[in-house]
């Protein structure tokens, strides 16, 4: 059990967190190609930049879980009911402070 676990830019390339519970995690800019994530409970944890390429997320349960600009290619899932795809707001600063950063 991960409650609340913070792996903010951590390495987890090839770990295994299947079976696992995660509620609440900040999964931010963790590099997990090839994780294992199955059966996993990820209720309210956030893969922000996250690189989640090629991961398993098959049978994990996602209830607003964010996964904003998470790379995804080749990840798998049973099933998407849950992922927030992206944060609008979060979208909105990031734009803001991109344009700000340019008039330097």
């Known amino acids: 059990m991960f409650d609340q676990a913070l792996f903010i830019g951590a390495r987890l390339q090839q ?3 299947s079976h696992s ?21 990820l209720t ?16 994990a349960t996602f209830s607003r ?11 798998h899932f049973s099933d ?5 795809e992206y944060d609008e707001e979060l979208l909105a600063a990031e734009a803001w402070s991109l344009q700000h950063q340019s008039r330097r």
């Open 80 to 84: 998407r009911r849950g992922i927030l």
């Open 21 to 41: 519970r995660l509620f609440q995690s900040i999964l931010q800019q963790v590099k997990a190609e090839d994780s294992n994530f199955a059966l996993c409970d």
């Open 44 to 59: 309210y944890s956030d893969f922000t930049h996250a690189d989640l390429r090629r991961a398993d997320f098959r049978s």
């Open 65 to 75: 879980t964010r996964f904003h600009r998470a790379q995804q290619e080749g990840a």
């Open 15 to 17: 770990a295994d967190f």
